[in-house]
């Protein structure tokens, strides 16, 4: 139920406050006082679009927040809660939006700062804006089937026959996109395995590259190395009776050292030092010793050494590769497209058994979902045929026809709605039905509808068009017995629908201290809704008779 409306700097609303009761609620105002305004308003929390045009001039945002009191189903709007991590206050509900001028928005739920989209998911649990154009929609099949399921309680249902088309689709798809694997793969299969044979026989390793590089660059300088080598070992021991070995020089000055310590203590350190130094020599000329050897200039080896470098960079060339690592993950790549095929057929054999169970399920759910559907239309459409008749449309008929339809997320059939106003043979409702027709349809749907979705708060905008007389009488009789059991906010022209509700507010236009045209709601007290009634009954010039038959109406 809507509780409470704040509006701040919305269009002609410079600021509105306002609560609002339970049961039939009347709002009534001239034309273009604001009424549509108000509705606007609420659609912004239902997450409607929203751009700076809707902000007042001159200010920088607009606000609108509302109260509600959430009753129904509770759980669908828990679960909701809990799938977007929102906050739930046990069935309190305060929603706000707020718009800049930057034509930014953002969305509050108890304070909590949410998506636009959790606004348009919580809104048909709170509430249902029926404004003129809606009288269209039932002319939709999508709409008509809605209708008759919700009657017949086939809602959950249908969500499980949804779920269960999704599941078989996406299966569908994976083993069709399976098939055009292996079809390709298998199509492929001669050339993968050339790759695959060329790429395995060379034997990468990672990193090899650079290895064969560098043995490549030492055997094609293998002579000037060599002799680099001995001109370093021939630096350590020159083999000249003239010159001695470092070695022996070091051993020379650590005994030298080592006589001075007696003097002072010191020179012993350096005498170790020496020691570590001498070791650390004759490690260096052994490692250039055994280097020497190593080095041979081996012509075979060479041209080995070219031959595996040209081979591995003319496969990185052919596969446009940068390194070994990238040419062995090819490798790799290949290996499973050649082998991978099987492996596809069995995930194929997998998906159609899964395929086969998801169809079982789904024609059982499909028909069962269509025997209740065919059972309930005719219940339903006497329903409404009753109703409509009740609003003065009384050779009026009303089927419900469920044809068989090509299989889909909502089942197997097609929904379609019949009406003759005449008693003759029914045709498709969008063919037939005139725009006062179609309003009283909608209102009588609207009105068993209520009884079955829990609906809290339903809004009707001038759902009375073209209607007048005895007719919008019991119109407002319909709209007042909902009342009854929810809360139903009526924009209404109609004297007789106005004089139902449990409240009436007006709308109008005022200035503001600033000069500016705003629009205003206020609730009306006795005398004053006599008098809104009797503007309705005879316009601006308020007749004594109208007054009497305003208060012969209340």
């Excluded at 607009?62 to 009191?69: G, L």
């Excluded at 799938?83 to 800049?100: F, S």
């Excluded at 725009?435 to 905008?461: C, H, N, Q, V, W």
């Amino acid at each position: 139920m809507l509780k409470s409306l704040h509006v701040e700097n919305y269009v002609l609303i410079d600021s509105l406050d306002i609560t609002f009761p339970g049961g039939l609620v009347i709002i009534t105002g001239q034309t273009g006082a604001g009424k549509s305004i108000l509705l606007g308003a609420l659609s912004l929390l239902q997450g409607g679009r929203a751009d700076a045009s809707v902000i007042s001039g001159g200010a920088a945002s607009c606000v609108v927040e509302a109260e509600f009191s959430v009753e129904g189903d509770i759980q669908a709007l828990k679960n909701i809660f809990g799938e977007e991590e929102a906050e739930w206050d046990d069935g309190g509900l305060v929603i706000r939006r707020v718009v800049y001028s930057t034509g930014r928005s953002r969305s509050f739920v108890n304070d909590a700062p949410v998506q636009l989209p959790f606004l348009s998911r919580i809104a048909p649990y709170i509430v249902d804006i029926h404004s003129q154009h809606k009288s269209l929609a039932i002319t939709g099949a999508s709409y008509q089937m809605d209708l008759l399921d919700h009657y017949a309680s086939l809602v959950e249902l249908r969500d499980k026959t949804t779920d269960c088309w999704w599941r078989l689709a996406s299966a569908n798809s994976e083993l069709e996109m399976t098939n055009e694997l292996i079809s390709r793969q298998e199509a492929e299969r001669d050339y993968n395995e050339a790759q695959f044979t060329q790429l395995s026989e060379a034997n990468l390793r990672a990193g090899e590259m650079a290895e064969l590089e560098e043995e490549q660059y030492a055997l094609q300088n293998s002579e000037q190395i060599r002799q680099d080598l001995s001109d370093a070992a021939a630096c350590l021991d020159p083999g000249s009776d003239e010159i001695p070995p470092v070695d022996s020089s070091l051993r020379e000055c650590a005994r030298r050292l080592e006589r001075a310590a007696r003097f002072v203590p010191s020179a012993a350190d350096l005498a170790a030092r020496i020691d570590s130094a001498r070791l650390e020599i004759e490690d260096i000329s052994a490692e250039i010793e055994s280097q020497f050897a190593r080095i041979e200039g081996s012509p075979e080896r060479l041209a080995w050494l070219d031959e595996r470098i040209s081979l591995i960079y003319g496969l990185m060339r052919k596969h446009s590769c940068k390194s070994e690592a990238e040419l062995i993950a090819l490798r790799e790549r290949y290996s499973q497209a050649v082998s991978g095929t099987e492996a596809l057929h069995e995930k194929a054999a997998e998906l159609k058994k899964k395929i086969a169970a998801f169809q079982s399920e789904y024609d059982l759910l499909v028909h069962d979902l269509g025997e209740k559907r065919r059972e309930a239309a005719p219940i339903f459409a006497e329903e409404v045929t009753k109703s409509v008749r009740y609003l003065e449309l009384d050779r009026a008929v009303f089927s419900v026809v469920v044809r068989k339809a090509e299989a889909g997320a909502r089942g197997t059939d097609s929904v379609r709605f019949l009406f003759s106003a005449n008693n003759t043979s029914p045709e498709e409702l969008s063919k037939c039905a005139s725009g006062g027709e179609l309003s009283r349809i909608m209102l009588s749907l609207k009105a068993i509808m209520a009884r079955y979705t829990g609906m809290p708060t339903m809004i009707f905008d001038e759902i009375d068009t073209g209607v007048s007389g005895s007719a919008a009488h019991k119109m407002g009789s319909m709209i007042c017995s909902m009342g009854e059991s929810m809360q139903v906010i009526a924009i209404t022209h109609l004297p007789q629908v106005a004089a139902k509700g449990n409240a009436h507010y007006l709308v109008s236009k005022t200035e503001n201290a600033d000069g500016q045209v705003v629009s205003t709601l206020h609730r009306l007290d006795e005398g004053e809704r006599i008098m809104e009634i009797a503007r309705l009954l005879s316009g601006e010039s308020i007749t004594a008779e109208a007054i009497a038959n305003a208060k012969s109406l209340l």
